[in-house]
């Protein structure tokens, strides 16, 4: 069959290609630059917990070195500590990392893959699709004609492939702008980020603004000054001005010896395609949707994209269409980019508003350093999580299935599972290898020897229940899952959400929320008539 196209080579198409070839998917992927990225320090990306997992686990290269994890954070308005975090271990910090960092362990990591190919020079001008699958042409140093089962556009906000799929890209442009510097100083606090809204120094009008500092490795720090609406152009000089003044406000009247890294402007636009799927052809990332107002970051959307349609094209790809299950990526996917665009565009009038009878309510102000908050550090409507809640993925009308502390649709808690061969193992580690994940929660049984155990209790008959699962399923067991009691069994997907957990062995409820896992009865059936044909 023929391999799967995938249209730029930015960090979410190179994410996908990894992604399926952990998944033995073939790929090519059509980079129109040289193959290479120019270090950007100012270009950064905040990444939660589960998507530094992720990223780490297709890597194979621990980014916690290559980047910094906060150990806190504080908001203050002009002079003022309004609200302060302190991550641990029951609240992980975001990942701050260099984008060219990330893009180079995903290009070091692609280089050894064999199911992977990279064309560079290569930039996408035509496209025809057939019921078998797309053609696509590239005009450049090796302009040709490739051939693949699926095409997917993560080739940014310009997409080709949107525009030659005639998918409209409609939202609202210049929302928010930002100037950017990245510079290497000594500030009075080193491993905390920052947000400091109306600094004392500058006491009035809008440019009275915003600043935000967020730590890098070896003493570099990214500033972003929030700029007033219009289009007035960023000059050196002023961001100059910018850098030397707010260095001086934070220090104490003298700016500190700095070296100045890198700068640009960031402006962030709000847009959603209307469509995500075209028949084979698909979108992802910012070809996709933009997003990045308050705090919030697109790149980390995009990663979540690759994720989620990598083992959904990867099962096509092995068993024949799954269009039920094909669809369910658009309908999950741009379902969360929606919410967190529609809660944004909601507090934006609130925070950004200024003056007027709200500016003299009571707590206002520290409320809307809540909003800022929760944009910046993944939390709230603004930042956290997305959940699967309504997919069609979702089983319904199981007789056994239980409440847990994680919801349906909600991506799964890391904790320590022992795995088919015997060893501990995270079960994230477990994760982006296609199969589905049955896990049963048995207090105990981590400190017996696995043959002890294997074979009793309840074990044989949930190891037949997963064998007849129509689709490919590994049997973990689990300690303790926060919220499960003993003999819990937990359906997860191959991207680590949940689909259902149930109360005890119950192989027609397992079977039948795996069916739905899998986009229904007729996918399911479609699996296993084709499973003679799987690689």
Not at 345 to 365: E, F, H, I, K, T
């Amino acid at each position: 069959m023929d391999p799967v196209i995938i249209v730029g080579a930015g960090p979410v198409g190179l994410t996908l290609a990894l992604a399926l070839a952990r998944q033995e998917v073939p790929s090519v992927v059509l980079d129109e630059g040289p193959g290479k990225d120019e270090p950007r320090p100012a270009r950064t990306v905040v990444l939660r917990e589960e998507t530094a997992a992720l990223m780490e686990r297709l890597t194979g290269v621990p980014l916690a070195h290559a980047g910094v994890r906060w150990a806190g954070w504080r908001s203050m308005r002009r002079k003022q500590v309004t609200s302060e975090a302190v991550f641990g271990d029951t609240d992980p910090a975001p990942l701050h990392i260099a984008q060219h960092v990330l893009t180079d362990a995903l290009r070091a990591a692609l280089a050894g893959e064999r199911l992977v190919r990279l064309a560079v020079d290569s930039r996408l001008d035509s496209m025809e699709q057939e019921p078998s699958g797309v053609t696509a042409h590239t005009r450049g140093a090796t302009g040709t004609w490739w051939r693949g089962s699926y095409l997917v556009g993560c080739d940014g906000p310009r997409s080709t492939v949107r525009k030659l799929q005639d998918i409209r890209f409609p939202g609202r442009t210049a929302v928010e702008r930002h100037a950017v510097a990245a510079l290497r100083t000594d500030l009075p606090w080193y491993d905390e980020a920052l947000l400091h809204r109306s600094p004392p120094w500058r006491t009035s009008g809008p440019s009275a603004g915003e600043i935000s500092a967020r730590p890098l490795p070896d003493g570099v720090w990214r500033l972003d000054w929030l700029l007033p609406p219009g289009k007035d152009l960023v000059t050196p000089e002023l961001l100059l001005g910018r850098v030397r003044e707010t260095l001086a406000g934070w220090t104490g009247g003298q700016t500190p010896p700095y070296e100045l890294l890198d700068t640009g402007v960031h402006t962030v636009h709000h847009r959603l395609a209307r469509r995500w799927r075209a028949d084979r052809v698909f979108l992802a990332g910012d070809a996709a949707h933009l997003l990045g107002a308050l705090g919030t970051h697109g790149l980390e959307e995009g990663l979540r994209d690759a994720d989620n349609l990598a083992w959904k094209l990867a099962l096509a790809w092995h068993h024949g269409p799954h269009e039920a299950l094909l669809d369910s990526y658009q309908t999950e996917r741009r379902a969360i980019v929606s919410a967190r665009l529609r809660a944004a565009d909601q507090a934006l009038p609130l925070v950004r508003g200024g003056g007027g009878l709200r500016s003299y309510v009571p707590g206002s102000a520290r409320g809307n350093d809540t909003l800022l908050t929760d944009g910046h550090l993944g939390r709230g409507a603004l930042g956290a999580p997305g959940t699967y809640a309504s997919s069609p993925l979702t089983p319904g009308g199981l007789e056994g299935q239980v409440s847990i502390g994680t919801a349906p649709g909600s991506a799964v808690t890391d904790v320590r599972v022992t795995a088919e061969d015997g060893t501990f193992v995270r079960l994230r580690d477990r994760l982006g290898r296609g199969a589905l994940l049955a896990v049963l929660i048995a207090p105990g049984t981590g400190v017996w020897e696995r043959r002890h155990w294997v074979s009793a209790g309840i074990m044989p008959r949930l190891a037949a229940a997963v064998s007849a699962l129509p689709h490919r399923a590994e049997l973990l067991v689990a300690e303790s899952y926060p919220g499960a009691a003993a003999h819990t069994v937990l359906l997860v997907r191959p991207d680590g959400h949940l689909v259902t957990a149930l109360s005890g062995v119950r192989p027609a409820d397992l079977y039948t929320a795996a069916e739905a896992a899998l986009g229904g009865p007729a996918a399911a059936e479609a699996t296993a008539d084709a499973g003679a044909g799987s690689r």
